[in-house]
């Protein structure tokens, strides 16, 4: 069982910067994918950006080279750092590490909100 929990979401002015962190317990040593989603109101869940088994790391086209993700294996732990907010950014950000077929882990997700 692996237990994903987010923070760092809050209120930010475009043009701001927050960095969510996500804090695995159990082993995610083996993924398919470990990264974050993202969900607005009356929209579907969207990737934002994603470690691949490979060893790639993908980003949604409306978020590159704006966010950047990385990971601290020694604290299992993924951080997405966001830069450059824009109000569209706006939505519950997620956490997921996809063990597919054993798990689909996802957090409860953290607010991510970018007014003036």
């Known amino acids: 069982q692996v237990q994903l929990v987010e923070s760092g979401g809050g209120l930010v002015q475009p043009g701001g910067s927050l960095r969510l962190s996500c804090a695995a317990s159990?082993?995610?040593?083996?993924?398919?994918?470990m990264g974050w989603y993202r969900q607005a109101p009356g929209h579907q869940r969207e990737l934002v950006a994603t470690?691949?088994?490979?060893?790639?790391?993908i980003y949604a086209d409306s978020v590159k080279g704006r966010f950047t993700l990385s990971r601290d294996t020694a604290k299992n732990t993924v951080y997405l750092q966001m830069n450059s907010l824009k109000p569209e950014d706006t939505a519950v950000y997620l956490c997921n590490v996809d063990q597919r077929p054993f798990r689909n882990n996802w957090g409860q997700g953290t607010q991510v909100t970018v007014s003036s």
């Open positions: 470690f691949t088994r490979g060893g790639n790391t």
């Open positions: 159990g082993s995610i040593y083996s993924f398919n994918h």
